[in-house]
């Protein structure tokens, strides 16, 4: 017979499981006739699946333990030892399946297809089921502000449309546990540390992108005005925590990039609710 546990402790919870979170969401989607975004919104997961299977990990698709779309993009969740493969060479595939798909691409849609791409860890609600409520916590909301963030958003207006379709961000911890331990087998040098704030959220972040062209060649992958998170000396340097909005009450949610202020407002974490607006 087990002994009861002590009820000073019973507050105390477990760890919900690590999981590796990718997100993608479509350039410019709104800019095409609302007959022909239906069709869109379909072909976005048929495009990650294809990308899988370019390059042979097909059935790191069917391992998804809990997936939806957003609209614009969609996002799935995987074991966490999974995490390399979608850096290297997923990133890669998906910029090459994006090329087949753009240069047979009909003349209804408003330009080619280019996708942000947003990768994250950290342990977050899965039930293995897809069920609601899976893909909440913390660093979902981690996820999609990095995917919101300036740096990637801009690696995509600052290039040719017609060459660089795919512009990815990840989290520190993702660079340290895959980039940086070399699991990956990408060398860190193709990757440039970056400061992202999208609403409360600040932390460091990476930026990678498989085919650079266009002003990302000449001026490199930071807004001229921009750079490298305060106190980050540019080499992966932890930066310092951020400070709490000013006004109101917030709380502060640990994440993978660090800490996340949620402000006064209420955060909706849920996978099938889609990415906040």
């Given at each position: 017979?087990?002994?009861p546990?002590?009820?000073?402790?019973?507050?105390?919870?477990?760890?919900?499981?690590?999981?590796?979170?990718?997100?993608?969401?479509?350039?410019?989607?709104?800019g095409?006739?609302?007959?022909y975004?239906?069709?869109?919104t379909?072909?976005i997961?048929?495009?990650?699946?294809?990308?899988?299977?370019?390059?042979?990990?097909?059935?790191i698709?069917?391992?998804?333990?809990?997936?939806?779309?957003?609209?614009?993009g969609?996002?799935?969740?995987?074991?966490?030892e999974?995490l390399?493969?979608?850096?290297?060479?997923?990133?890669?595939?998906?910029?090459?399946?994006?090329?087949?798909?753009?240069?047979?691409?009909?003349?209804?849609w408003?330009?080619?297809?280019?996708?942000?791409?947003?990768?994250?860890?950290g342990?977050?609600?899965?039930?293995?089921d897809?069920?609601?409520?899976d893909?909440?916590?913390a660093?979902?909301?981690?996820?999609?502000?990095?995917?919101?963030?300036?740096?990637?958003r801009?690696?995509?207006?600052?290039?040719?449309?017609?060459?660089?379709?795919v512009?990815?961000?990840?989290?520190?911890?993702?660079?340290?546990?895959?980039?940086?331990?070399?699991?990956a087998?990408?060398?860190?040098?193709?990757?440039?540390v970056?400061?992202?704030?999208?609403?409360?959220?600040?932390?460091?972040?990476?930026?990678?992108?498989?085919?650079?062209?266009?002003?990302?060649?000449v001026?490199?992958?930071?807004?001229?005005?921009s750079?490298?998170?305060?106190?980050?000396?540019?080499?992966?340097?932890?930066?310092?925590?951020?400070?709490?909005?000013?006004?109101?009450?917030?709380?502060?949610?640990?994440?993978?990039?660090?800490?996340?202020?949620?402000?006064?407002?209420?955060?909706?974490?849920?996978?099938?609710?889609?990415?906040?607006?």
């Open positions: 017979m087990s002994t546990m002590d009820p000073r402790y019973t507050g105390v919870s477990a760890l919900p499981p690590y999981r590796a979170l990718l997100v993608v969401d479509m350039k410019d989607y709104s095409n006739a609302g007959r975004q239906t069709e869109l379909k072909l997961p048929e495009i990650m699946q294809a990308a899988f299977e370019r390059v042979g990990l097909g059935w698709w069917d391992r998804k333990t809990a997936h939806n779309g957003t609209g614009d969609y996002a799935i969740v995987l074991p966490p999974l390399p493969h979608l850096l290297n060479p997923y990133l890669a595939a998906l910029q090459e399946e994006l090329e087949v798909r753009n240069r047979n691409r009909p003349h209804t408003n330009g080619p297809i280019r996708f942000r791409v947003s990768v994250n860890v342990p977050i609600s899965d039930s293995g897809n069920e609601i409520g893909g909440s916590g660093e979902r909301v981690v996820l999609h502000r990095l995917l919101d963030s300036s740096p990637v801009h690696l995509l207006t600052g290039s040719d449309p017609e060459v660089t379709q512009a990815a961000i990840i989290s520190r911890r993702v660079y340290e546990d895959a980039v940086e331990a070399r699991f087998d990408d060398p860190p040098t193709l990757y440039v970056a400061g992202a704030e999208v609403k409360t959220y600040q932390g460091q972040a990476y930026l990678r992108v498989p085919k650079p062209s266009g002003q990302l060649l001026q490199g992958f930071l807004k001229p005005d750079g490298p998170e305060p106190g980050s000396s540019g080499n992966g340097a932890t930066p310092p925590p951020p400070s709490p909005p000013s006004g109101g009450f917030g709380v502060q949610i640990n994440g993978a990039s660090g800490p996340v202020y949620t402000g006064s407002g209420t955060q909706n974490n849920t996978l099938h609710q889609g990415r906040d607006r």
